[in-house]
């Protein structure tokens, strides 16, 4: 618990902090940070020349799928998973067998990845029973069991009254709502983005209006509300122009995306790739630049993962029949630095959408490496070249459209409280 990690790059948004330096961990938190700081007797030295030393990324949306479902993912292989991809917190959504609807599942979730977990894990209640968009959850109940926010994902909640009091009732709760803002009727029996590519290749298409008209939606029903709200996972050039502006009026929205909408369009698709079907799905190039502004400009908060496993079975089928999701816990740190080496963030504000602004968005106490903080820390190698190859990936599931890929940048070294839980 006792640790020193020497002469990095110590980049701490929170603290406008962005310098080579040493922080100093004693009893699992951070003790100091500054210039040629010494060990005490019998502390763990990690040289991180070279490298970022960085608050421990967080992950706001993660599809964890224990319990039940644990032959895609449990808790001990996803919390793997997310020390290798450098992230000390990870945020698992309720649609899980049975659902996170109650203090019961959500009390297992937190005492076993205490246990037993890689990085904290903090459990996302349903803002309805059994996600079934009809009864609405008790949130009082989820948030004293140790839920940090409410979400149905994977489902829109339909019928706008019944959003309009979980928002309404969460905000008195103090809780947060997360949406998956999708229009059922508009998605039909589509299976991925309605375009030029989808019409070539023959399969039924998603248009993006079913995103854009929910986002809407959800958007206005915060604003009458006066209460907060967070968007999963964007992949519009609509729901971050709606974003955008509701922001501007004073709305209290945030909103994330994921790497896959800012690395591929649904030309990945082709061949019938199933690794490349997820909900929403991939969109096209002018999203994608969309995707990109959004974050530039500050209009989406957050890089999330919506690291979604699934077996092999539920993937190597007919596209249409194929399973929504991919993995992206140990694929995202890449992914995002290539924003910073492509001029769409500076390395500061790729932190900030990566630890702040989660933690702060869902209140965590998390985020940040001031004196005093959980010594969650991530150590980044910016220059490491690694191939992406399913049998040396920690997830139990493979279904990742990025297999085979050259990538660069990794987290050499990810610290749980003062403890390594990970190192290259």
């Not at 019961?104 to 990085?119: C, H, P, Q």
Request: overall charge negative.
């Amino acid at each position: 618990m006792n640790l020193l990690i020497k002469g990095g790059r110590v980049i701490d948004p929170s603290q406008k902090l962005d310098g080579t330096l040493d922080v100093l961990v004693e009893n699992g938190v951070v003790k100091e940070i500054g210039k040629g700081l010494v060990a005490p007797a019998g502390a763990e030295t990690i040289d991180a020349s070279g490298k970022y030393v960085v608050p421990g990324l967080i992950d706001m949306h993660v599809h964890l799928r224990d319990p039940g479902l644990e032959y895609k993912e449990d808790i001990i292989s996803g919390t793997r998973a997310a020390a290798a991809g450098g992230f000390t917190s990870v945020c698992c959504m309720p649609n899980t067998k049975p659902t996170i609807d109650n203090k019961a599942i959500a009390s297992y979730i937190i005492n076993k990845a205490k246990a037993e977990g890689f990085a904290n894990v903090f459990p996302v209640g349903s803002i309805t029973y059994g996600l079934n968009g009809d009864r609405m959850s008790e949130m009082g109940e989820l948030k004293e069991a140790g839920c940090v926010a409410v979400s149905d994902d994977g489902k829109p909640v339909n019928n706008p009254e019944l959003m309009r009091r979980a928002l309404e009732y969460a905000r008195g709760m103090g809780i947060l709502v997360i949406t998956h803002a999708e229009e059922l009727s508009l998605v039909g029996e589509g299976v991925m983005n309605e375009g030029f590519t989808s019409t070539e290749i023959g399969l039924k298409g998603i248009p993006r209006i079913a995103e854009d008209i929910a986002t809407a939606r959800d958007v206005m029903l915060a604003e009458y509300t006066k209460s907060p709200i967070h968007i999963a996972h964007v992949s519009t050039d609509g729901s971050v122009r709606i974003i955008r502006e509701a922001k501007a009026r004073g709305v209290m929205v945030t909103c994330e995306t994921a790497p896959h909408y800012f690395t591929l369009t649904d030309d990945a698709v082709r061949g019938y790739n199933t690794n490349a079907k997820m909900n929403p799905p991939l969109r096209e190039a002018t999203d994608v630049a969309a995707i990109k502004a959004g974050l530039k400009d500050g209009t989406i908060d957050a890089i999330a993962t919506d690291h979604a496993p699934h077996h092999l079975d539920e993937k190597d089928v007919e596209f249409d029949v194929a399973m929504n999701g991919i993995i992206g816990l140990e694929t995202s740190l890449p992914l995002s630095l290539k924003l910073v080496d492509d001029g769409v963030l500076t390395l500061g504000q790729l932190i900030e959408k990566m630890s702040c602004n989660p933690s702060n968005i869902l209140g965590l106490s998390r985020g940040t490496l001031k004196a005093g903080a959980v010594a969650d820390i991530t150590v980044i190698d910016p220059v490491v070249r690694w191939t992406v190859e399913a049998d040396k990936l920690a997830s139990k599931s493979k279904n990742s459209p990025f297999l085979g890929w050259n990538v660069t940048g990794a987290a050499a070294c990810t610290v749980l409280a003062g403890r390594v839980v990970h190192k290259l």
